[in-house]
């Protein structure tokens, strides 16, 4: 079976998931033209993504960047750093992070220094660069957590939602109700640890700001992983 190339539409969730800063808001109009015209979302879901892009275009913009921040740094349920949902703060976090860095890396693809692998928009720029068959498949293997973070928007009815819904579809998956625990209370996951009692990591990935993504470019990687998958590149 031949697979579409949902390349476009994967970097435009990208941005779309990302913090709705005044660059964002620039490149909305960008944004809903390349989810039309890369035909890879249902319509159904096209009409849910629209309605959110209009939202972050129409909306005041303090209101939206407020709200983003509560929904994705205030709570594991929905966070954006997909590991936190498979690792939590244990000691496994660690390597698998050094594990997704090295994926990009044999991609020619090179974060930052600070940048966090696990970021959502920043997997999807490197799924972006992948051939369909093996973008699914790397979609295919976070369905699980996609789902997740698709029930727990829901629950919190945010428009967000749809683009988690959107990713489900582009892995070949259907979204299916989860049981979704309820959110550690804030003070309680800033809380600092007993004197004397171990280090503590908790919080240390909720910094309530936005997560840029800035890949650096390998000049000799395959003319595949040139294209372009950093923020801000012309979708």
Same mark, same amino acid.
């Given at each position: 079976?031949?697979?579409?190339?949902?390349? #476009?539409? +994967?970097?435009?969730?990208?941005?779309?998931?990302?913090?709705?800063?005044?660059? #964002?808001?620039?490149?909305?109009?960008?944004?809903?033209?390349?989810?039309?015209?890369?035909?890879?979302?249902? %319509?159904?879901?096209?009409? /849910? +993504?629209?309605?959110?892009?209009?939202?972050?275009?129409?909306?005041?913009?303090?209101?939206?960047?407020?709200?983003?921040?509560?929904?994705?740094?205030?709570?594991?349920?929905?966070?954006?750093?997909?590991?936190?949902?498979?690792?939590?703060?244990?000691?496994?976090?660690?390597?698998?992070?050094?594990?997704?860095?090295?994926?990009?890396?044999?991609?020619? +693809?090179? +974060?930052?220094?600070?940048?966090?692998?696990?970021? #959502?928009?920043?997997?999807? /720029? &490197?799924?972006?660069?992948?051939?369909?068959?093996?973008?699914?498949?790397?979609?295919? /293997?976070?369905?699980?957590?996609?789902? %997740?973070?698709?029930?727990?928007?829901?629950?919190?009815?945010?428009?967000?939602?749809?683009?988690?819904?959107?990713?489900?579809?582009?892995?070949? /998956?259907?979204?299916?109700?989860?049981?979704?625990?309820?959110?550690?209370?804030?003070?309680?996951?800033?809380?600092?640890?007993?004197?004397?009692?171990?280090?503590?990591?908790?919080?240390? %990935?909720?910094?309530?700001?936005?997560?840029?993504?800035? &890949?650096?470019?390998?000049?000799?990687?395959?003319?595949?992983?040139?294209?372009?998958?950093?923020?801000?590149?012309?979708?």
């Amino acid at each position: 079976m031949t697979l579409p190339d949902a390349s #476009l539409s +994967l970097r435009a969730l990208a941005r779309l998931l990302s913090y709705p800063d005044e660059t #964002l808001r620039s490149q909305l109009p960008e944004i809903r033209d390349a989810l039309k015209s890369d035909r890879t979302v249902a %319509a159904d879901r096209l009409a /849910e +993504l629209g309605a959110l892009i209009n939202t972050l275009e129409r909306g005041d913009a303090l209101d939206n960047e407020a709200e983003y921040l509560q929904i994705f740094d205030r709570g594991r349920s929905t966070s954006l750093h997909l590991f936190e949902h498979v690792h939590g703060d244990s000691r496994d976090r660690g390597p698998a992070m050094i594990d997704l860095a090295q994926t990009y890396e044999k991609a020619g +693809l090179f +974060l930052a220094p600070g940048e966090l692998p696990d970021y #959502l928009p920043v997997v999807l /720029e &490197f799924v972006s660069t992948q051939p369909p068959r093996e973008a699914r498949a790397f979609l295919g /293997e976070m369905a699980h957590i996609f789902n %997740a973070i698709f029930n727990a928007l829901q629950q919190r009815k945010s428009a967000y939602a749809s683009a988690l819904g959107a990713l489900l579809e582009l892995s070949g /998956e259907k979204a299916h109700a989860v049981k979704i625990a309820p959110d550690e209370a804030l003070d309680t996951a800033w809380a600092e640890p007993v004197v004397f009692d171990g280090c503590s990591v908790k919080g240390q %990935a909720k910094t309530a700001q936005e997560q840029p993504i800035h &890949f650096v470019r390998n000049e000799t990687s395959s003319s595949r992983a040139n294209s372009p998958a950093h923020t801000g590149a012309s979708l």
